[in-house]
């Protein structure tokens, strides 16, 4: 496994600086905690690299009684799923006033896509493209979860991920390691700020490190197995991009890594973290991962478990108490140097210093200040902007949307007056009586010229097993107990009256996060049924989807006329998709995660190499399947509009570049049609020939561009060498000379080329 870490110069260009480490007081930092740690027993040590959960709902909160006897005695450090000033107060209370050292504790919580105001799931804000707002998200996220007693949020996810049986694809950017490497940058902004003395700020910790996305068979907490090229070329670059721009805290994978688990990796923890990216904060364990070494078979006991995390570099562990169990034998055994365990607890007290609890560790507890802070019309405004950005029109066949303010609409689906779903997975300290949900805002939006009649048609599924686990796991599906068959005839009665049908399918919230993969990705099968009747009615057919993650939508294309993916927008979710319907809003997302026909093609992704035997329909004995495309239905980067967009073919300011030379890529973007929209011009590059095998194409640029109809604009793009390195033979970062590809379209299917030079060497 050494061989693997052994490389790794910077793998990308660096957007932002670790600004938030620049806090106030620096200075008065170094000898403040040398005299905090000279007076700590190995105990207290301890203590401050454990973390407990409380129990905490919305109904209340409590911590178990034995975890409020740890706290007195100095050893727990940190507190997560503990939020509200009341109940935040009451527990720092605990420490900072009734033990020896009096040393705040820190609160985490999942503040995922959003805090009190749920923006879209991750993954559907990815499909923005529009790192301002997704950036300005993270940051009313931030000032939400601190008004209500939050430090620290365990966001970004930086997971890539190619799977979409995987569950938690939902949490993360997506299938593409550049893109994801600037949303994980601009999330890292957003929470922290540029000052994290500010009280409007948290720490954010990047996750899941390393390689949490690659589960073999889309199993969660499955085996990762991968090549080292593939492994630090996709995997490892949002990863690297979130450390560069500041994040403070990391968190370890579950899985293993050439049969090494997270956890107890030091090639990962420290000789990659902290020695080539330079990391300075502090790492802390998903929750229960040093006890789940037993399990992985690497640690006979939970002793050996300690032994094995603390030594690889993981400073914090996270609920299953084996820090403060065992950290203070290992110390006396010699298998925990004292100077390490110092160093360790140093850097959850810098982050604790930073944060100000030092100086007033009340500063997140001000009821005064959530009051005013917390689902404010302000941040509903921005929830409601980002829903519409995020949504993508994949299909638009006769122009049936947008939809006339006239007539009658019929509504139909489980999704059509639901809420819970509304505002996804992972939604935290949302409250999902707060959305609105798709039948309020087509009657907001419509102004009353509309007559909307509505029937459920299905329930979400008819699996009594699946119903029953969802449910048990906070799903809240309302289940009607009339047969499948009398919900779908009630459904084809009122669609019959309409001129137009609407019809909103899709997964429950809990279909999606993590624990929540799928071997199937289609929509469940008494849905479908309900679509097909739907359809026969040869009436005009709207699909709006709700779901977490790319779905597999060969029969929902073949009939449906227009589909919008509109994945789980959050608190606004209503009124977002209602503009996006009417044409108030002019549909403008793109998927960052290609939508395969079917799931034997999984994984399909715009990336893929060219085999030896490259696709051709002609020849058989060539890399394709019998019974369906090579290509995804819909792939990374599509997203249609209501207007059309032209985009010229690319402009090179040179054939010929060097290594410190810069090529300049032009092209001219004009709005054919007869509306104003916004559309994400897309660049990317392939190495034609090199000394391993590359990508058919790699995202190296967009531009998002607004233009009124008939209005065109040209459009700049820069690339140098540091674009067109990869690692080479014996895992070499290094540019090769030959010929490139340079390629811009509206998606990663459909390009326009141009060719340029690289030159390595004087001639």
Aim: glycine share 8%; proline share 4%; hydrophobic share 40%.
């Amino acid at each position: 496994m050494k061989s693997i870490f052994r490389h790794l110069p910077s793998m990308i260009l660096i957007f932002a600086s670790a600004s938030a480490w620049a806090a106030p007081k620096e200075s008065a930092m170094k000898p403040f905690l040398d005299r905090l740690i000279s007076r700590m027993t190995v105990e207290e040590k301890a203590g401050q690299l454990t973390q407990y959960s409380a129990d905490m709902a919305q109904t209340g909160a409590s911590l178990k009684d034995n975890y409020k006897e740890d706290i007195l005695k100095g050893r727990v450090g940190s507190i997560f799923n503990a939020y509200t000033p009341a109940f935040t107060r009451e527990l720092q209370t605990l420490a900072v006033e009734k033990t020896r050292l009096k040393i705040p504790l820190i609160f985490g919580y999942d503040v995922i896509h959003g805090h009190r105001t749920i923006f879209p799931i991750p993954l559907g804000e990815s499909a923005s493209w529009d790192l301002g707002l997704i950036e300005e998200s993270a940051r009313i996220a931030a000032r939400e979860a601190s008004a209500d007693g939050v430090h620290w949020t365990f966001a970004p996810m930086a997971d890539v991920s190619r799977d979409p049986r995987w569950g938690r694809v939902s949490e993360g950017a997506g299938e593409d390691p550049w893109l994801g490497s600037r949303i994980a940058e601009a999330r890292v902004r957003g929470f922290q700020g540029k000052d994290l003395s500010s009280t409007e700020t948290v720490l954010a910790c990047v996750k899941h490190f390393a390689a949490y996305g690659a589960p073999q068979g889309g199993r969660d907490y499955n085996v990762v197995d991968m090549s080292e090229r593939e492994l630090f070329e996709t995997y490892m670059p949002p990863y690297e991009a979130a450390v560069k721009a500041g994040a403070m805290t990391v968190m370890t994978s579950f899985n293993e890594i050439g049969g090494v688990p997270s956890s107890a990796n030091r090639d990962l923890l420290t000789d990659l973290l902290r020695g080539k990216w330079k990391f300075k904060g502090f790492v802390v364990a998903d929750y229960t991962a040093v006890n789940e070494l037993i399990p992985h078979g690497v640690a006979a006991d939970e002793k050996s478990a300690v032994d094995l995390a603390f030594n690889a570099g993981l400073d914090m562990d996270m609920q299953g108490g084996l820090y403060s169990n065992h950290i203070v034998q290992l110390v006396k055994d010699g298998r925990i140097k004292v100077r390490d365990l110092d160093l360790a607890v140093r850097r959850v007290l810098e982050a604790k210093y930073r944060l100000g609890l030092f100086e007033d560790p009340y500063r997140y507890s001000d009821e005064e200040r959530a009051k005013k802070s917390l689902l404010t019309p302000e941040h509903r405004a921005h929830a409601r902007q980002i829903a519409r950005k995020s949504a993508v029109l994949l299909k638009n066949d006769k122009n049936v949307l947008p939809l006339k303010k006239s007539g009658t609409i019929a509504l139909i689906g489980p999704f059509a007056d639901n809420k819970r779903d509304q505002i996804g997975n992972w939604s935290g300290a949302g409250d999902w009586k707060q959305a609105v949900s798709l039948e309020e805002g087509l009657q907001q939006a419509s102004e009353g010229k509309v007559k909307l009649l509505k029937a459920k048609g299905a329930n979400v599924t008819d699996d009594p097993r699946l119903i029953d686990f969802l449910n048990e796991h906070g799903g809240n599906l309302e289940i009607d107990s009339r047969s499948p068959q009398k919900l779908i005839d009630e459904a084809l009665a009122v669609a019959k009256k309409a001129d137009v049908i609407v019809m909103a399918l899709g997964e429950s919230q809990g279909m999606s996060g993590e624990a929540a993969s799928r071997s199937r990705i289609r929509l469940p099968e008494n849905q479908q049924e309900l679509l097909k009747a739907i359809a026969k009615l040869g009436k005009p057919v709207v699909l709006v989807l709700f779901n977490g993650r790319p779905l597999a939508l060969e029969l929902e294309t073949a009939l449906a006329h227009s589909i919008l993916e509109t994945w789980f927008l959050g608190t606004e979710a209503g009124p977002a998709i209602a503009a996006l319907l009417f044409g108030d809003e002019n549909p403008s997302g793109k998927l960052p995660m290609s939508f395969p026909v079917n799931e034997g093609q999984i994984p399909v992704y715009y990336s893929m190499k060219n085999t030896g035997r490259p696709f051709d329909a002609k020849q058989k004995y060539t890399s394709k399947y019998l019974d369906v495309s090579n290509e995804a239905l819909y792939p990374f980067g599509w997203g249609l509009s209501y207007t059309k967009f032209e985009i010229s073919e690319p402009k090179l300011s040179t054939a010929r570049i060097k290594l410190n030379q810069k090529l300049n890529v032009k092209v001219t973007v004009a709005n054919v049609g007869d509306r104003d929209g916004e559309e994400v011009v897309q660049l990317y590059v392939r190495d034609l020939v090199s000394s391993v095998t590359r990508p058919l194409k790699q995202l190296r640029g967009y531009q998002k561009v607004f233009l009124k109809k008939g209005e065109s604009k040209e459009l700049s793009f820069e690339l140098s060498a540091e674009d067109l390195k990869f690692y080479g033979k014996g895992m070499k970062w290094m540019a090769e000379a030959g010929e490139f590809q340079v390629m811009v379209g509206a998606n990663s299917r459909d390009l326009r080329a141009a060719s340029f030079h690289l030159v390595t060497t004087a001639r």
